[in-house]
């Protein structure tokens, strides 16, 4: 286990509301990842930070916000919720050291907009 | 990143071993093969991953073809537990566009009694 924690694990919100979700990893690693998994279209990057302050857009990143002020912490903010978001976001961590380094998954947020 | 194709579904009967196979005909010489799997309602689960040679650890064995256009999963004594989607992915791993990883549909292994 790679000390991933997702919170909160669950929610329910209206559409039009906002809504953050943290990351938060205690192995200091520099890279980290928000996906979302939806029926049909398997697990798609959101967007994902290579160090405090830095990042980037993934294939799927209209309509999210990232953050990240610390390392251990990598927030997703959806700034106006749409029902189109309703879906299951995981964030994953990026191992460092040997080559082939792999990435890690959290254990999922369940997002429901109503 | 390579594309790969995996079958949708496969059964195996307990305690035998589950071959699961994966082809990436497209694989440049920098990327590396992963395998994840993903067990009903949990974050994807690392593997095992390689470059060239065969690899194996406490969890499974990965067999890459010479010519590294297919690779093959082998749990080797397959449980209930192991019942979930596989997942073959091929990808650069000093990218430096670092998020592209993705996950296709994979292949739903079914472990049965």
């Known amino acids: 286990d790679a000390g991933i924690t997702q919170s909160p694990r669950h929610k329910v919100t209206e559409t039009g509301t906002p809504v953050t979700l943290r990351c938060h990893q205690t192995e200091n690693h520099r890279y980290m990842y928000w996906y979302r998994q939806d029926p049909g279209h398997g697990l798609r990057l959101i967007h994902y930070?290579?160090?405090?302050?830095?990042?980037d857009k993934g294939e799927v990143s209209d309509g999210y916000s990232v953050s990240r002020s610390k390392t251990e912490d990598f927030l997703l903010t959806l700034e106006s919720a749409t029902s189109s978001q309703t879906s299951v976001y995981f964030c994953a961590i990026k191992g460092r050291g040997s080559p082939g380094e792999t990435q890690y998954f959290g254990p999922g947020t369940r997002l429901l907009v109503l | 990143d390579a594309k790969t194709t995996q079958p949708p579904s496969m059964d195996c009967a307990e305690g035998r071993a589950a071959n699961l196979p994966c082809n990436h005909s497209t694989i440049s010489g920098n990327e590396y093969v992963y395998w994840y799997r993903q067990i009903h309602s949990q974050g994807p689960q690392y593997i095992i991953h390689?470059?060239?040679n065969n690899e194996t650890n406490e969890m499974a064995s990965l067999i890459i073809t010479e010519d590294r256009k297919s690779s093959t999963l082998i749990l080797p004594h397959a449980t209930l537990r192991d019942t979930a989607v596989y997942y073959c992915?091929?990808?650069?791993?000093?990218?430096?566009?670092?998020?592209?990883?993705?996950f296709g549909d994979g292949t739903t292994l079914t472990v049965k009694p």
């Open positions: 390689g470059l060239k």
């Open positions: 930070s290579y160090g405090v302050k830095d990042t």
């Open positions: 992915i091929v990808r650069v791993a000093w990218d430096t566009n670092a998020g592209k990883s993705t």
